[in-house]
């Protein structure tokens, strides 16, 4: 088959992903960006979002990612992030609860330090819940 790219993710633990997909769609640093066939070589770094493989039936995997980078070349992607979290393991409700709390925490630090870390984790919570809502409305 035609205008396949051959995909790998990799966590510091394991590989989380190797298959075959029309198309990946990434959070990258400046925004998020789609890799289809023949795309231009690159490399970006990616921030906390959400990743999607659309594989050549036409499934679509979606997962909530933390930050990382990407490589394409040759129509191989090669993704390394910090952590990834199939969506279909997380819970909807519990993903919103996440994300009201790590706000509030956010909203309540006082310094710069701390500010910082609860708004990675703001990030971080609203990133599972998009993944969640996105897994659900496609199933």
Do not use: Y
């Not at 279909?88 to 919103?96: G, L, N, P, R, Y």
């Amino acid at each position: 088959m035609d205008h396949i790219l051959t995909v790998s993710i990799v966590t510091p633990r394991a590989t989380a992903f190797e298959g075959t997909a029309l198309a990946v769609s990434v959070p990258g640093s400046h925004s998020p960006f789609q890799i289809l066939f023949n795309h231009a070589p690159i490399i970006s770094s990616l921030e906390i979002g959400v990743l999607k493989i659309e594989e050549p039936n036409n499934h679509v995997h979606v997962f909530a990612a933390r930050e990382g980078f990407v490589e394409v070349m040759r129509n191989k992607v090669n993704i390394v992030v910090e952590d990834l979290v199939p969506a279909s393991s997380i819970d909807e409700a519990s993903a919103s609860s996440n994300v009201s709390e790590a706000r509030a925490r956010w909203n309540e630090a006082t310094d710069r330090a701390s500010r910082a870390q609860h708004l990675r984790d703001l990030h971080w919570a609203e990133a599972c819940e998009r993944a969640a809502k996105l897994f659900h409305e496609k199933s």
